[in-house]
C-alpha cells in the first residue's frame, strides 16, 4: 500500500488528530484535566487545578469582529463562577492576525476595555499540526465541532473533565443554547 503525502497533507487535522485517537495517542485520551497551560502573567496554570468544575475553554483575539465577547464572557463567568463554572480565555493570533499583541498588552487591553478578571492563558496556537494539546485534545473528542474556526470559538468541559460541546463564535456568550448547556453541568443553587 503506498501514501500519497500531497493527498494526506490535505486531510483535515481534525481527521489526522481523531486518526491517532483512535491508535491510542496518550495525548489524546483521557481527560481535559491532563493539560495545563502558561498563565498571561507567566507561570503554570494547569486544568487540573479546576477538577470538578466545568470549563468553558475560549480562544479570543483583541481586534475581531467578535471581540466584544469579551463582555458577554466577563458576565458569564460573574454569572457562574459561584456554582463552579470557569472561564478560560486562550489569546490565539490564528486568525486573521488579529491578535498581534504581546501578553501583557493583550491582559491591559482586556482589563481596561472589558473589565477582564477570569484567567488568560499565554498567546498560543488552537489550529493546526502546532496547536497546544488542549486543542488536539478537543477536536480527537468533538471532532470538528472541536476545532475552532475562527476568533470565540467555545470548547465546553464538564466537570469530570470531559468535552461535552463545542460553540462557533456565531454563538454569543449569552446565547441561551451556550447557557442551557452550562446550566446542565452546574449544581442548582
Same mark, same amino acid.
Given at each position: ?52 468544575? #466545568? ?109 461535552? #460541546? ?24
Amino acid at each position: 500500500m503506498s501514501f500519497d503525502l500531497k493527498r494526506l497533507a490535505r486531510l483535515p487535522a481534525v481527521v489526522m488528530m481523531a486518526t491517532a485517537f483512535a491508535a491510542g495517542s496518550p495525548a489524546l485520551a483521557g481527560s481535559a484535566y491532563e493539560h495545563e497551560f502558561t498563565a498571561i502573567e507567566g507561570g503554570e496554570l494547569p486544568l487540573e487545578a479546576w477538577r470538578g468544575k #466545568a470549563l468553558l475553554v475560549v480562544n479570543t483575539a483583541s481586534l475581531c469582529g467578535f471581540t466584544p465577547q469579551y463582555d458577554g464572557l466577563q458576565r458569564l463567568w460573574e454569572s457562574y463562577r459561584d456554582r463552579g463554572l470557569v472561564v478560560l480565555g486562550v489569546p490565539s493570533n490564528d486568525f486573521g492576525g488579529q491578535e498581534p499583541g504581546q501578553e501583557a498588552e493583550i491582559k491591559q487591553f482586556c482589563e481596561v476595555n472589558f473589565g477582564i478578571d477570569f484567567p488568560m492563558t499565554e498567546k498560543l496556537a488552537v489550529t493546526g499540526p502546532g496547536a497546544h494539546p488542549f486543542y488536539q485534545w478537543a477536536a480527537a473528542q468533538l471532532g470538528p465541532e472541536g476545532v475552532p474556526r475562527w476568533n470565540f470559538h467555545k470548547i465546553l468541559v464538564a466537570p469530570d473533565g470531559k468535552a461535552v #460541546a463545542g460553540f462557533p463564535a456565531s454563538v454569543t456568550p449569552t446565547d441561551s443554547r451556550l447557557t442551557a448547556a452550562v446550566e446542565r453541568l452546574l449544581p442548582v443553587p
